[in-house]
């Protein structure tokens, strides 16, 4: 018995316990735990979070006044300080920006309902206040979808609970008729987000699966209860009067909770089918189509117009007292943070079972973290307008900003021959003080000063030369990863800061040699391309003969990209964290198309070979270049081609696309560099119509 109690331990105790430096820590917020304010949580440099449960609130503020001074760092524009970690919601909501860049479309609705999620309290670190999101859709069935008809959407001022009429008479009349003197009167019995509602939408996938197993006793749930149809879940959320759950965020970004990849057995349904992978509306191809089209459909003009009344629900005025009476919203008590006292509990027996209800009823967000929306500035909310979409697509002229025999940077100085062969650049502009180069036969690289043949820094590490040199900054935190691989089968990851500081583990260093933070293996070969994302924290590369990897910046290897067959050896890399989407393209001009989890999606042939490849920041477009002599825009999703630029007069060998999204820069053979005016935004509102 004891072995087997040991063995149940053993599987929840991995991450219990560890150790994380100060300078990793990159923002702190106060959170509740079993709605008592005595939780904290920690982000770190590495894109993940760690959730402490402390003793009381004393504790918290101690705890926080011994941790580094970074408040909740610097995504919302609010001064770092140990105040701001101890700050209520309502206080962040005030002091931050992220409203005002919402209403001037700087951020998507995605982003914005993180942010109040955030900044609430609610965490996917724990289950019972987990982060939530709104249905939008109420088309589950048609064969195609209409993203222009306000019919197969949902409206956004009224809970999930109040959207059917007759439903909604009976949660009214339960509130009116209700007579305990103890219990007070609540619209829904249960919630919009619990535990169990949580772990049943990610049921597929560990470790949400070993969670539920542990929830239920050890056993899935009933067939018919478990979770597998959007359209059927949505039909419960409209008639059960025990079902008024929203979504989680995974469905706005994450295909795998609709595969059961693991083939777990689910039982069978009532007409002897078994269920296995969920059932996705007609509309959507795949997983990947349904997330990509149900993001669309968040980001759409209509959403953008109503969502502040769904704030208003969730996150605002509209959670208590005579507003949420009027807007049917009432949950049952112990939902509320200040229903009950547990310290005030001496009863061991009685905290355990209030403790118990609280797990099971879910968490609604305190009444102090109240938010007013602006309706009048719910105009101004993310999407497109009609007028805006008239603009220019392509400026056909492209404007050559510098020509060959002009001055630009050479960086020659002890080059490997071999490298100066390869026609992809092996120069990076790290920013405008800062280049950095890769090929030189001391096995080094190296970072100079923009204006000057001044050489900043010779990093080495490598045992042969170094082959490529990519680099990746997150604009919230300032973190830059400077990733380099070599002929030695090995990539080095280096941690940068903004001030050209090298972090070393455990401290930024002045001046010192510096060392790497990681080192990636798993090739055989010589590395011959890579693509890092600081924001996710990942690293692709390919290697000489074909192989492809997926590493963590820390070191840890996780996936093997596996192209078709006639995909030879990869020649460039690039990654989106908005998409999730890796393209790596390969000696004889396809590009293919992967997950971030390692799922191989599509492939597309460009005739002649691919000297540069960028990715989009958000992902959804990229671009290409190379001996072709011409500039050509994809779509991501599925490989096709948008648009050819005029011909170049030269082979192409570097490409990106300037701040604003609203310009291309092609580096030619010849020397030039040429622009190219484009409207991504365009584009994209097109599309969305004609879907």
Known sequence: ??????????????????????????????????????????????????????????????????????????????????????????????????????????ISNFEY???????????????????????????????????????????????IGALNPSRKAFFQERYETWEDDKIPPFHYGTHY????????????????????????????????????????????????????????????????????????????????????????????????????????????????????????????????GPEAVRATNVFYYLTYEDSVNLDSIEDPVMREAIENQIRSFGQTNSHEYIFFSDPAGASGAPGFSMEASKNLLIDMDPLILSQNGMHR??????IDPDIKKKPHCYVVTADNRFIMACGFWDKSFRIY??????????????????????????????????????????LLVWHWSAKLQWVLGDSHTHGEVATPRSILTGHDTEVTCAAVCTELGLVASGSKGGTCLLHTVTGDLLRTLTPPTECSSPRLASMAAETGVILIAYDRGQICAFTINGKYLEMATVSSTINAL??????????????????????????????????????????????????????????????????FHKWHHEYREAY
Not at 32 to 45: D, G, M, P, V
Not at 118 to 134: E, K, L, M, S, V
Not at 409 to 414: A, H, K, L, P
């Open 193 to 320: 987000s619990t535990s169990a509602f949580t772990l049943g939408w990610l049921i597929r996938i560990e470790p949400f699966t070993t969670f539920f197993l542990n929830l239920q006793g050890g056993k899935f749930d009933h067939a018919t209860r478990t979770f597998s149809s959007v359209a059927t879940a949505w039909k419960n959320c409209q008639r059960d009067t025990s079902d008024v759950k929203e979504l989680i965020p995974e469905f706005y970004y994450l295909p795998d909770m609709f595969v059961n990849e693991n083939k777990f057995n689910f039982g069978k349904l009532e007409d002897g089918s078994l269920v296995d992978d969920v059932f996705l509306p007609p509309w959507a191809k795949s997983p990947e189509d349904f997330i990509r089209i149900n993001k669309l459909a968040l980001e759409s003009e209509f959403v953008s117009c109503q969502l502040h009344q769904w704030i208003d629900l969730i996150f605002g005025y509209k959670q208590r």
């Open 409 to 414: 940077r050479q960086i020659t100085d002890n």
């Open 113 to 159: 309902i993180m942010y109040l999620n955030t900044i609430a309290g609610r965490t996917y670190n724990d289950i019972n206040q987990y982060p939530i999101f709104p249905w939008v859709l109420t088309n589950y069935e048609s064969n195609e979808l209409d993203l222009t008809l306000p019919s197969n959407f949902r409206d956004l001022s009224k809970p």
């Open 449 to 490: 000063v923009a204006d000057s043949s001044k050489v900043s820094q010779v990093v080495y590490g490598h045992w042969d030369v170094v082959t490529c040199l990519v680099r990746s900054e997150c604009p919230v935190s300032g973190d830059c990863y400077i990733v380099s691989g070599s002929r030695d089968a090995t």
């Open 1 to 106: 018995m004891w072995i087997l109690l040991f063995l149940q331990i053993l599987a929840y105790s991995e991450g219990l316990h560890g150790r994380w430096h100060f300078n990793d820590v990159r923002a702190i917020f106060s959170r509740r735990y079993l709605l008592q304010n005595t939780a904290l949580e920690i982000f770190l440099s590495n894109r993940t979070s760690v959730m402490f449960n402390l003793a009381n609130k004393a504790t918290v503020k101690k705890v926080v006044a011994a941790l580094p001074r970074v408040g909740v760092g610097l995504k919302y524009a609010i001064p770092p300080s140990r105040r701001v970690s101890l700050a209520s919601s309502k206080q962040l909501f005030k002091a931050s920006t992220m409203t005002q860049a919402w209403q001037r479309r700087e």
């Open 614 to 679: 960028r990715m989009k920041s958000e992902g959804d477009y990229f671009i290409t270049g190379g001996e072709g002599k011409v500039v050509q825009v994809w779509r991501t999703h599925d490989l096709q081609l948008m648009y050819t630029f005029p011909l170049c007069d030269a082979s192409i060998l570097a490409l990106d696309i300037a701040h604003g999204q609203r310009t291309i820069i092609a580096g030619m053979a010849t020397g030039s560099i040429v622009a190219f005016r484009i409207n």
